[in-house]
Every structure is written in structure tokens, then in C-alpha cells.
T-cell receptor, first 112, second 115 residues
Framework: AQKITQTQPGMFVQEKEAVTLDCTYD???????LFWYKQPSSGEMIFLIY??????QNATEGRYSLNFQKARKSANLVISASQLGDSAMYFC?????????FGKGTLLTVNP | DAGVTQSPTHLIKTRGQQVTLRCSPI?????VSWYQQVLGQGPQFIFQ???????GRGNFPDRFSARQFPNYSSELNVNALLLGDSALYLC??????????????FGNGTRLTVT
């Protein structure tokens, strides 16, 4: 069985600062993908970044980077230069075969 | 290009009724998945369809069923509604059946309230 753990129910960050959202996972699969999604209060799930289990380099997408530590089974999301519009729920998810398994999410609040 | 579209956006039903939710994937995407998101939780996998065949099913009762049409759109049906079925139902599409390098693109969801 796959499991995603997000231990931070809520995080606060000042505008323009960087923030790290934690994610650990558990799986017996050798091939899997790790994803981060953003869900604003409006409800839509927005894909942010992807890391494959065999990728040796950490993924980056603009202000988002994924700190992938395979031995520790962690896949933390780093958001640089936070903006007010980054305030939202953030979900870490693991993909294997036909489904994604999501964590419970972290509510990020960016303060001006 | 249009994203994943879902209809209706909101729905109110009473216990015991049946409901059908609809989803149109992004053009060119052949895989459609359904997820249930209860308030305060992450989405839970219900079904995946690829090329009109069911590829996976989550831990949901048989009251939940789905199908995919030749144009790759999909319907999710829930029979004998319970109060606990109240949730945001998310549809997602992707190019491939697996998830390596092929992220899910979600619709805005259908908010179902069962009274």
C-alpha cells in the first residue's frame, strides 16, 4: 500500500520569502512518480511539479522546486519568493500504475 | 485549448436518490480518472478509465460506477446516496494510463450535497 504523509497542517510565510512544505512517502514500488498540486479556495487542483523515482536531478518549475531524497523517502516542495497568490492548500501525491495517492495537505498562508 | 470540464458544478440530492456526474477530458487525452474529496481531506481515487476500459478501481462500494464513451468523455454514477457521499467530485484526464511523466489535469469539480 502507498502512503503520503504531510505533517504540517498549516504554514505561514512572509511575502517574498522562501518556504518548504514537507512530504514523506511509503511504497514498495520501484517505479513511481511524485507530484505536488495546489488547490485554491475555488477548488480546482493545479499541477505544479513532478519528480520520477528514477530522476537523479531535482525537478524545478519556475519558483517551484522539489527536494527529492529517495533514501529518506521525502519529496519536499520549495517555493521561492512567495507571493500573496500562493496562499492555498498544497497536496503531495504519489502516482503508481493507474492512480494517485494524496496526502492530507498543507494550508499555506502568505502574509504581506 | 479547453481544460477538463465537469458538469454540473453544484448538485443537491436527498438520501436514496441517484446522481450522474459528467466529465469531458482535455482534447487528445484518453485517460479519465475520478476522485472524491471530502472536506478537509486529500482526494481519494475512485476509478480510472483508459481507452474506454476500466483500469483501476478504488475502495468504494458498488453503488459507485462509471463509464467512458468513444469520445473519451466520462460519467460517474452514484446510486442510493448516503449523507457521507457529500463531497467534491473531481475528474482528471491525462495522456497515458500510467503516471510517469504524465500528470493528471483536474477539472473544477462537482460539489455534491446529500441531505
Amino acid at each position: 500500500a502507498q502512503k503520503i504523509t504531510q505533517t504540517q497542517p498549516g504554514m505561514f510565510v512572509q511575502e517574498k520569502e522562501a518556504v518548504t512544505l514537507d512530504c514523506t512517502y511509503d511504497t514498495s514500488d520501484q517505479s513511481y512518480g511524485l507530484f505536488w498540486y495546489k488547490q485554491p479556495s475555488s477548488g480546482e487542483m493545479i499541477f505544479l511539479i513532478y519528480q520520477g523515482s528514477y530522476d537523479e536531478q531535482n525537478a524545478t518549475e519556475g519558483r517551484y522546486s522539489l527536494n527529492f531524497q529517495k533514501a529518506r523517502k521525502s519529496a519536499n516542495l520549495v517555493i521561492s519568493a512567495s507571493q500573496l497568490g500562493d496562499s492555498a492548500m498544497y497536496f503531495c501525491a504519489m502516482g503508481s500504475n493507474y492512480k494517485l495517492t494524496f496526502g492530507k495537505g498543507t494550508l499555506l498562508t502568505v502574509n504581506p | 485549448d479547453a481544460g477538463v470540464t465537469q458538469s454540473p458544478t453544484h448538485l443537491i440530492k436527498t438520501r436514496g436518490q441517484q446522481v450522474t456526474l459528467r466529465c469531458s477530458p482535455i482534447s487528445g487525452h484518453k485517460s479519465v480518472s475520478w476522485y472524491q474529496q471530502v472536506l478537509g481531506q486529500g482526494p481519494q481515487f475512485i476509478f480510472q478509465y483508459y481507452e474506454k476500459e476500466e483500469r483501476g478501481r478504488g475502495n468504494f462500494p458498488d453503488r459507485f460506477s462509471a463509464r467512458q464513451f468513444p469520445n473519451y468523455s466520462s460519467e460517474l454514477n452514484v446510486n442510493a446516496l448516503l449523507l457521507g457521499d457529500s463531497a467534491l467530485y473531481l475528474c482528471a484526464s491525462s495522456l497515458a494510463a500510467g503516471y510517469w511523466g504524465s500528470p493528471l489535469h483536474f477539472g473544477n469539480g462537482t460539489r455534491l450535497t446529500v441531505t
